[in-house]
Nanobody
Framework: QVQLVESGGGLVEPGGSLRLSCVASGFPFNIYGMTWVRQAPGKGIEWISRISGDGKSVDYADSVKGRFTISRDNAKNTVYLQMNSLQIEDTAVYYC????????RGQGTQVTVSS
């Protein structure tokens, strides 16, 4: 049974930073790519980043490129999202998924960027 638990969200001022974590269980973590997506209030799901199973290949949406960094620790079954230079537009619930399967996302973690 796939389980993903996101954490690390919170309230931060514009320009601030947060690091999100997603702990995975129930599947062989190291062979799956992982994805971060987000959903802002009243909007649809937005894909923001993905990382390959070995961590060697990453990709980002234009909206976060240069500000966000995805990484993973396969020994800890955890994928991270380091978010710097946060903007008000980054306010959303953030989810991780196994590969691009939205059905696997966890409960999410709320990120609020506000002054």
């Amino acid at each position: 049974q796939v389980q993903l638990v996101e954490s690390g969200g919170g309230l931060v001022e514009p320009g601030g930073s947060l690091r999100l974590s997603c702990v995975a269980s129930g599947f062989p973590f190291n062979i799956y790519g992982m994805t971060w997506v987000r959903q802002a209030p009243g909007k649809g799901i937005e894909w923001i980043s993905r990382i390959s199973g070995d961590g060697k290949s990453v990709d980002y949406a234009d909206s976060v490129k240069g500000r966000f960094t995805i990484s993973r620790d396969n020994a800890k079954n955890t994928v991270y999202l380091q978010m710097n230079s946060l903007q008000i537009e980054d306010t959303a619930v953030y989810y991780c998924t196994r590969a691009s399967d939205l059905r696997t996302r966890g409960q999410g973690t709320q990120v609020t960027v506000s002054s």
